[in-house]
């Protein structure tokens, strides 16, 4: 199992998409920097705060941590890796959790990687925060790196699943399109600009638990519950991948 893991550790950190999504990141963190800065210095007239821009990874993050565990763990079949494995003698059950385990390391590495660049930004370039405190602001990237790897694993079982097939890419992606739209809707309903929620009975329940326990929603606006519910969350999602995975993974005949 350790060595498999240490395989397909080092498989991810030189592959080549595993790189690029670093320079995704970067370059993606690094114009809307420039953006803000530019709307501040022209327009507002006032130093550049660090809340602008500290957690700008959130936006893209479900995309781009589905899109490149997707991505890698696909290569693994269409390159016959896991076939080889399972041929050399892996049981099956440990090269879906290594794949999984990597699958993990990557939302944490994009997070943390992102992290850095923010951190860096806001040191050098902004009058610091407003709105957040340093306990605040620990928070937010640990509940970002817990539900990235959470979307990490997800998406890495989905693709074990599916064998390889690239149905999982359309589903991966698409749901992570939806969830966003769906989740800023519920935000809307929930946490009225104006008034109060009026949402009662079933549909309250329902917006309420997206809003609690599903971790694509924990990106969308700054941490508002005990972290209890974000630990909740993103672990009942690694657990309900990797079952249901590995209940599928061992059932399906690899090509």
Partial sequence: MFRNLYADTRSILL??????????IAIYQVLYFILMKCLYVFVVGTALDADDISFVFTGIAA???TAATLF?????????????????????TD???????????????YTIFACLISGIFTK?????????SVPEVADYWLITIMTCMAIGAFSTALVMMFGGNKICYVIGLLLAFVMKVWDTFILDKLYPEKGSCTL??????????VDKYIPYSYLMTRPHYGMSCYVIGCFSMVIISVVIGLIVFNRREIK
């Fill in 15 to 24: 592959s080549r998409a595993f790189r690029l999504a670093l320079r995704a």
């Fill in 124 to 132: 050098l370039f902004t009058a610091g925060y407003i709105a957040y």
């Fill in 63 to 65: 995309f781009l941590v």
């Fill in 72 to 92: 890698i763990t696909d290569r693994e079949f269409s390159n016959g890796c896991i076939r080889n494995k399972l041929i050399s003698g892996v049981k099956r």
């Fill in 95 to 109: 090269a879906f959790l290594s794949a999984v385990c990597g699958g993990m390391l990557q939302g944490a590495l």
């Fill in 200 to 209: 009662t009975g079933a549909k309250l329940a329902v917006y309420s638990f």
